[in-house]
């Protein structure tokens, strides 16, 4: 699903990725994790085509994205990546599910379906009595939990995160969890995910260490 070769990358003279290999199986699920500065969110935005390495390449789904023009990278996304962020940017004048849906609808996927699957995830995440809300009417978990439903509207075949549960608390970080598994056994998806949490890391099929931009 995703292969990574000696990857660099550098802000200013700062070398942040000093050349890494990553290769990640369909349907796995793989936690990174390492100190503060490590470099896992710029790997990560590298990997998910959100930013262009110095050197090196991404293969994702047999596809070279590194080097692809804008227009077709963001059709590539659409159709094979889901993204969650702790930013989430929901739109603030459209209710969860509205929120939700939007990737679908972008898909040109027929609606009463997508509306489906978009009540379907956001009651999985514990949000059934949310749907109509806004934004402004969520708190900060409610409203990351929702950005984590319209990640995965589209059925992503492989889904990056950050930090993804960074601000829920135990028990809905628990019901994330949960999620990301049943999904990969439903629809054999694949998940990247750099997290500080011990207890997501360690039930991931593999934990990859970071350290001054290289795995360890
Ligand atoms: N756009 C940027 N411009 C300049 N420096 C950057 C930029 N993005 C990241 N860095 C620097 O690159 C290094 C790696 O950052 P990165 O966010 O990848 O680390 P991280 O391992 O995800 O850390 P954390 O766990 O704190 O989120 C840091 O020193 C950071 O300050």
Same mark, same amino acid.
């Given at each position: 699903?995703?292969?990574?070769?000696?990857?660099?990358?550098?802000?200013?003279?700062?070398?942040?990725?000093?050349?890494?290999?990553?290769?990640?199986?369909?349907?796995?699920?793989?936690?990174?994790?390492?100190?503060?500065?490590?470099?896992?969110?710029?790997?990560?935005?590298?990997?998910?085509?959100?930013?262009?390495?110095?050197?090196?390449?991404?293969?994702?789904?047999?596809?070279?994205?590194?080097?692809?023009? +804008?227009?077709?990278?963001?059709?590539?996304?659409?159709?094979?990546?889901?993204?969650?962020?702790?930013?989430?940017?929901?739109?603030?004048?459209?209710?969860?599910?509205?929120?939700?849906?939007?990737?679908?609808?972008? +898909?040109?996927?027929?609606?009463?379906?997508?509306?489906?699957?978009?009540?379907?995830?956001?009651?999985?995440?514990?949000?059934?009595?949310?749907?109509?809300?806004?934004?402004?009417?969520?708190?900060?978990?409610?409203?990351?939990?929702? +950005?984590?439903?319209?990640?995965?509207?589209?059925?992503?075949?492989?889904?990056? +995160?950050?930090?993804?549960?960074?601000?829920?608390?135990?028990?809905?970080?628990?019901?994330?969890?949960?999620?990301?598994?049943?999904?990969?056994?439903?629809?054999?998806?694949?998940?990247?995910?750099?997290?500080?949490?011990?207890?997501?890391?360690?039930?991931?099929?593999?934990?990859?260490?970071?350290?001054?931009?290289?795995?360890?």
């Amino acid at each position: 699903m995703l292969e990574a070769r000696n990857i660099h990358k550098a802000y200013g003279s700062v070398e942040v990725l000093k050349g890494v290999d990553l290769t990640v199986q369909e349907g796995e699920i793989v936690s990174i994790v390492g100190s503060s500065g490590a470099g896992k969110s710029s790997l990560l935005h590298i990997l998910g085509t959100l930013d262009q390495p110095d050197q090196g390449e991404v293969m994702l789904h047999h596809t070279k994205v590194t080097g692809m023009g +804008a227009r077709q990278l963001s059709a590539f996304r659409n159709q094979y990546i889901g993204f969650v962020f702790q930013f989430h940017h929901l739109l603030p004048e459209f209710n969860s599910l509205e929120n939700v849906c939007i990737p679908g609808w972008i +898909a040109k996927r027929p609606k009463k379906e997508v509306e489906n699957r978009a009540e379907d995830l956001l009651k999985r995440l514990g949000l059934g009595h949310r749907i109509d809300h806004k934004p402004s009417a969520l708190s900060g978990g409610e409203q990351q939990r929702v +950005a984590v439903a319209r990640a995965l509207i589209n059925n992503p075949r492989i889904v990056f +995160a950050d930090e993804p549960t960074g601000n829920l608390d135990s028990s809905n970080a628990r019901d994330l969890h949960e999620l990301f598994f049943q999904l990969r056994k439903e629809l054999n998806q694949t998940f990247l995910i750099v997290t500080h949490n011990e207890e997501l890391a360690q039930m991931s099929d593999r934990v990859v260490h970071m350290k001054d931009g290289k795995i360890v």
